[in-house]
């Protein structure tokens, strides 16, 4: 039982941070570049600085995935071995992938 609430506690304060970073990473921050005079490819040098950030926040955005994933083993484990490992090696995957992306 101890077990499940801390997971649960971890989990949705994972979510909610995924909750305010997202849209902060995506949009908020990019969005100066893609609807700046001249288009995207005009304007983007000039904001390589919200680039950066972007990227990095959204690098942080794959390892809140991967953390949720090992904050949901003890919970997963015991009633699926195999679930809690195909979790875990999907939230690898998505470091993997969210690298590639940035």
Known sequence: MNDL???SRW???LLLAQMVVGPLANFALLEDA???PGGF???AAAHA????TAVLLLLALALADAAMAV???PVLRPRSERMALVLVLLG???IALAGLEA
């Open 11 to 13: 989990l949705a304060a």
């Open 5 to 7: 609430r801390n997971a």
């Open 41 to 43: 490819l005009a304007s």
């Open 92 to 94: 690898g995957g998505g």
């Open 49 to 52: 600085a919200s680039f950066a």
């Open 71 to 73: 904050v949901l083993w």
């Open 34 to 36: 893609f609807h700046g």
